[in-house]
């Protein structure tokens, strides 16, 4: 008699994957368990690159160049993970922005105009404090010296790393907000949540302007034709997948012929997605994409990009790393620039230009969040890559975004945790004094 083997039937095999699918949806849906391993990435990045005997071959993945037949693009591991995977996180952005600017928080300018306003003083301020610092750094020396081969270099070459520390991590701060903060009141979080959207937004603006060495301006049109095909499939009642991924791809390429830095592609293709429900639909597809995205965008293209990032290597790690002018610039810049700016920018919004925070909520309340604001990672590592051409800058300046990250999310997290359990008290107080009344 012939045995039979009992096979998984095609219905039991899809739901398996659904399940696992939903799975994945929710850990990607916790900000504190995203965060934490977007975090675990980028330390074993940095571990792994500093490994003797692993290192080599990890520079050796990191440098090995893939090339596209017919095409200019030849890139490394590197530059694919910081032009092509990480358009996925932009995309992203993008989508998140577009319902923002249309049905969310920033739809609204009176009730966003004091976070929006602080987003703007947590990027003018930190500049400044890179600036001093390096500058107080290269006087009797002509120049900064770094303490990777003690090279020096001059200022006005330094200087140009100005932009990094102006960027807010929304997903690391967030994870720490759901990690330390979860008795705060909603108004604090949607705080921060515009104050990050409108981050995202400046941050998008100054890697346009600041990183673009534009070239053949044929390639313009190259970017027209993808945008007017991207924004006319998408509004399709049958959207045809297949064309919308052709202009995707066409937007992005034209933009890395043109020398705009190609993830911008991402941010466009959000922004022309509709935020508002067509052809009956009961959600918007803007809303709807994002959702669908948002797991792979935290599970893979992040941590992905954090681990190759973060993968600096240095021939000695010594206290001296620390208060290399460039790193030491970068984290003053975020432990107490950026939230000096938010503070400095909240109190003038609301005590010169008289504009309110929600109800219930005083400048001084902003103190932890703002400090929180200082965990740059995503942005800032990619503009300190943009920044400086020499390697030895970039990585020095990449360990600054790394340091200052992790001081701010302590920092953070002690105050925060805090300021919830005085919110906790508040609350269990009131609930006594209201059962003693009934």
């Known amino acids: 008699m012939a045995i039979q083997h009992n096979k998984p039937s095609s219905a039991s095999r899809r739901h398996k994957i659904s399940r696992l699918a939903a799975h994945l949806k929710r850990?990607?849906?916790?900000?504190?368990?995203?965060?934490?391993?977007?975090?675990?990435?980028?330390?074993?990045?940095?571990?792994?690159?500093?490994?003797?005997?692993?290192?080599?071959?990890?520079?050796?993945?990191?440098?090995?160049?893939?090339?596209i037949p017919l095409t200019d693009l030849h890139l490394s591991v590197d530059g694919w993970v910081q032009d092509a995977i990480l358009t996925i996180f932009f995309l992203v952005v993008g989508l998140d922005l577009k319902q923002e600017l249309t049905t969310g928080s920033l739809s609204n300018i009176r009730a966003a105009a004091v976070p929006m306003i602080a987003a703007v003083g947590g990027m003018l301020v930190p500049p400044v404090f890179f600036l001093a610092t390096t500058w107080i750094g290269s006087l009797g020396k002509n120049g900064v010296e770094t303490v990777a081969n003690g090279q020096i270099f001059p200022w006005n070459i330094v200087s140009q790393g100005w932009a990094v520390p102006t960027a807010t991590d929304i997903a690391f701060s967030l994870a720490v907000?759901?990690?330390?903060?979860?008795?705060?009141?909603?108004?604090?979080?949607?705080?921060?949540?515009?104050?990050?959207?409108?981050?995202?937004?400046?941050?998008?603006?100054?890697?346009?302007?600041?990183?673009?060495?534009l070239r053949s301006g044929w390639w313009t049109l190259g970017i027209i034709a993808g945008a007017f095909i991207w924004a006319w499939a998408i509004r399709r009642k049958n959207v045809p997948w297949v064309l919308v991924i052709l202009s995707g791809l066409l937007m992005w390429y034209s933009m890395h012929e043109l020398g705009v830095h190609p993830t911008l592609a991402g941010v466009l293709a959000g922004l022309l997605t509709p935020s508002r429900p067509i052809h009956?639909?009961?959600?918007?597809?803007?809303?709807?994409?994002?959702?669908?995205?948002?797991?792979?965008?935290?599970?893979?293209?992040?941590?992905?990009?954090?681990?190759?990032?973060?993968?600096?290597?240095?021939?000695?790690?010594?206290?001296?790393?620390?208060?290399?002018?460039?790193?030491?610039g970068i984290v003053i810049a975020l432990v107490v620039g950026k939230p000096l700016?938010?503070?400095?920018?909240?109190?003038?919004?609301?005590?010169?230009?008289?504009?309110?925070?929600?109800?219930?909520?005083?400048?001084?309340?902003?103190?932890?969040?703002?400090?929180?604001?200082?965990?740059?990672?995503?942005?800032?590592?990619?503009?300190?890559?943009?920044?400086?051409?020499?390697?030895?800058?970039?990585?020095?300046?990449?360990?600054?975004?790394?340091?200052?990250?992790?001081?701010?999310a302590i920092i953070g997290s002690v105050l925060l945790s805090r300021q919830s359990n005085k919110y906790s008290a508040l609350k269990l107080k009131a609930t006594i004094h209201d059962t003693a009344q009934s």
């Open 341 to 408: 700016g938010i503070i400095t920018a909240s109190w003038i919004s609301t005590h010169v230009f008289k504009l309110r925070l929600a109800a219930g909520l005083k400048v001084r309340d902003l103190v932890p969040i703002a400090t929180a604001c200082g965990i740059g990672f995503t942005v800032a590592f990619l503009m300190a890559s943009l920044a400086f051409e020499q390697p030895e800058l970039s990585n020095e300046a990449r360990f600054g975004v790394l340091v200052g990250s992790l001081i701010s």
């Open 177 to 213: 907000l759901a990690l330390f903060a979860q008795a705060l009141p909603g108004a604090l979080r949607a705080f921060l949540m515009t104050l990050a959207t409108v981050d995202d937004l400046l941050g998008i603006i100054l890697i346009a302007v600041l990183f673009s060495d």
């Open 280 to 328: 009956g639909d009961h959600d918007a597809r803007a809303e709807r994409y994002l959702e669908k995205l948002q797991p792979f965008s935290a599970l893979v293209a992040l941590p992905i990009f954090a681990f190759f990032a973060t993968g600096i290597h240095f021939e000695t790690l010594s206290f001296n790393l620390f208060v290399s002018p460039v790193v030491l």
């Open 27 to 67: 850990i990607a849906a916790s900000d504190r368990v995203s965060g934490l391993i977007m975090l675990s990435f980028a330390l074993a990045g940095f571990i792994i690159a500093n490994i003797p005997g692993v290192s080599r071959s990890f520079e050796s993945l990191r440098s090995f160049v893939i090339s």
